[in-house]
């Protein structure tokens, strides 16, 4: 009988410890994607910058690489926050498209996506 009670209290303990350590994963996960954001944000200013009207074409031009370049400093922490949670991976895999479509067509999941992690309840669900 002690066997057993020892063996559930075991259990118990490995149980308790992998939810703790799941939820310092998900809170990690949290920083690591407002980490992201400010980079994300600091690219957002930048292309809209180089959309105001009267801008020249090589200063657009030159503020709109400053943004990917902002974008790429954001990728690491996205992808450290997809590593500890998953549920983060949106923002990795928007971060990741700059490469292939204009940041105007990412703003709009972008600034989605830091709103949520900014918020409150930082959870993106399914």
Same mark, same amino acid.
């Given at each position: ?9 075991? #259990?118990? %303990? ?7 350590? *799941? =939820?310092? &994963? $998900? ?44 974008? #790429?400093? %954001? ?7 997809? *590593? =500890?949670? &998953? $549920? ?39």
């Amino acid at each position: 009988m002690a066997r057993v009670v020892r063996g559930s209290l075991a #259990l118990l %303990a490995l149980a308790s410890s992998g939810v703790l350590l *799941s =939820a310092c &994963g $998900s809170g990690g996960a949290v920083g690591q994607v407002r980490e992201s954001c400010h980079f994300v944000k600091q690219a957002i200013v930048l292309q809209k910058e180089s959309e105001v009207k009267g801008v020249s074409t090589a200063r657009a031009s030159q503020l709109q690489a400053q943004a990917i370049g902002e974008l #790429l400093k %954001a990728e690491p922490y996205a992808a450290r926050a997809t *590593s =500890a949670d &998953g $549920s983060w991976n949106p923002l990795m895999t928007t971060i990741g498209e700059a490469q292939r479509v204009s940041i105007d067509e990412l703003i709009p999941s972008l600034q989605q996506i830091c709103q949520v992690a900014d918020s409150n309840s930082p959870y993106l669900g399914s």
